[in-house]
């Protein structure tokens, strides 16, 4: 699929979401006019994963890419502000937020236990949890092939125990620090699955070529967002302004076609997500 393919699926947005965000941002910034710290910032410090290829990679010279770190730039100078990178790990990212060593964290899946502790702007694409196994492997099909099979597990990620405990599904998890780790251990056989986002799995898929297969069981709707401090609604609003704007212009679809295009992920709609609201 090329990116005109793609352009033409992200026409097909959900329009009441796209109403319900664009009249938030008619007032004046749906926040009540509180003072937000973030806004009075000159540049936003973006936590970032540095081990999923698509998302976010830290390159041997530092620098970082993916499409979170193309939303993020987007974001910022939508903001009018710069930005700079700290790498991320699933394990870190809420305590780096709570210690202000950052000031939103990409790939964070909106969850009613972490929406209690901090806010998130968002979610800035929807996905489906999915799986990832060796293009020799067949038998695996769905989330319930899954069971007695060795399944790799990242700390702090949670996606492991989507599937073991709210799924029930009698898999064997096999600790991992990233996924980076999980795919070495998926190409040398001590693994036989990894599941989480299919965004990340696509990107592992994109960088291994023909050594791995994304299953698309698409199982439990999945809406990542950016995390944030719970005390700047302002700033969490001028973020979701940024991310309509995202949809509205098309840099949308042209990043996920740029980051994923010819993984296997389906990218025929990239939609208007609907957001969670900043509290």
Do not use: H
């Not at 970082?64 to 394990?91: H, I, N, Q, S, T």
């Not at 950016?226 to 098309?250: H, L, S």
């Amino acid at each position: 699929m090329d990116e005109a393919e793609v352009g033409m699926g992200f026409l097909r947005v959900r329009r009441t979401a796209a109403a319900i965000v664009l009249g938030c941002a008619a007032l004046a910034g749906c926040a009540g006019g509180e003072e937000s710290p973030l806004l009075a910032k000159g540049t936003l410090v973006a936590g970032v994963r540095p081990d999923l290829p698509g998302l976010g990679v830290r390159l041997p010279d530092g620098r970082f890419e993916g499409l979170d770190v193309d939303v993020a730039r987007y974001v910022a100078g939508r903001l009018g502000m710069g930005v700079r990178f700290r790498p991320a790990l699933a394990r870190d990212r809420e305590r780096l937020l709570r210690e202000g060593e950052v000031d939103l964290v990409l790939t964070f899946w909106v969850e009613p236990e972490w929406k209690l502790r901090l806010a998130f702007a968002g979610p800035y694409y929807l996905s489906y949890q999915d799986i990832l196994v060796r293009a020799d492997e067949r038998e695996v099909r769905g989330v319930r092939d899954l069971k007695g099979r060795r399944l790799c597990a990242v700390a702090g990620a949670g996606a492991a125990e989507q599937v073991i405990e709210e799924r029930q599904v009698a898999a064997v998890p096999v600790p991992a620090r990233g996924y980076d780790e999980c795919a070495a251990m998926l190409a040398d056989r001590r693994v036989d699955a990894i599941t989480t986002n299919d965004t990340i799995l696509a990107g592992l898929q994109k960088r291994q070529g023909t050594g791995f297969r994304l299953v698309n069981a698409r199982f439990g709707e999945r809406r990542t967002g950016i995390g944030m401090r719970r005390d700047d609604p302002g700033g969490c609003e001028a973020v979701n302004k940024a991310i309509t704007r995202m949809y509205q212009d098309g840099t949308a679809a042209r990043l996920m076609g740029k980051w994923f295009g010819g993984s296997g992920l389906d990218l025929s709609v990239v939609e208007v997500p609907q957001f969670e609201g900043c509290e």
